[in-house]
Each structure stands twice: as structure tokens, then as C-alpha cells.
């Protein structure tokens, strides 16, 4: 019973981890490297300094801990989901959410 806790908080990480992981691999895929590296770098000192903190300095228990996963794939998330809604696409590839240019008939 004392493991309830901790199986929940790794099971809400593994939701978040599928969703941000097919958003890093959708920024990927943008060819735009250098913001998908700084996402990770981002995400990676979020989570070490999350972790640091908790189970260094504040002792807490096993699962705080394990809600670093949290942080690293909400900071991971979040930033590629906005750069998806926010950026402007090549000519003829449509936007998320956004129709070809091309194939409009205003």
C-alpha cells in the first residue's frame, strides 16, 4: 500500500511522456534542431535541479521525487506544442490545424 502513491504519480508521467514525446518528434521533423535542443536542455536542468532540491535538501518522499517526470515532460511539452501552433510554415505545408495555402478557393 505504501507504493500507491508512487504508481500513480509514475503512471500520470507516463501519459505526459506520450504526448510530449510525439510533439519533440513532430518539432524534429520541422528540421529546426537548435529548438529542440534547447527544449531538452531546458527540460534536463528543470529536472535536476527538481530533483536535487527535493531529495537533497527537502527529504521528501519517493514520490515528490518521481514528479521530476512531470517536469521534464511538461517543460518538454509545452514549448514544442507552442512552437507547432506558432510558427509559420513553408511554403505549401500547411500549419497545425491550418489549411494549404495552394488548395484554397477564396
Keep these: 500500500a ?14 505526459l511522456m ?3 514525446s510525439v510533439l519533440l ?19 534536463l536542468l528543470a529536472y535536476t535541479w527538481y530533483v536535487w532540491v527535493v531529495i537533497e535538501k527537502m527529504n521528501c518522499p519517493l514520490y515528490i521525487a518521481w514528479m521530476s517526470e512531470w517536469v ?16 509559420k510554415p513553408a511554403a505549401g505545408i500547411p500549419a497545425v490545424g491550418g ?8
Excluded: H, Q
Design 25 to 43: 518528434n513532430a518539432v524534429i521533423a520541422t528540421g529546426n534542431s537548435r529548438f529542440s535542443f534547447a527544449c531538452e536542455v531546458l527540460a
Design 72 to 87: 521534464y515532460w511538461i517543460l518538454l511539452g509545452i514549448p514544442c506544442l507552442l512552437f507547432l501552433l506558432l510558427r
Design 2 to 15: 505504501a507504493g500507491i502513491p508512487t504508481i500513480r504519480v509514475v503512471s500520470v508521467a507516463m501519459l
Design 18 to 20: 506520450t504526448f510530449s
Design 99 to 106: 489549411t494549404n495555402p495552394e488548395e484554397r478557393k477564396d
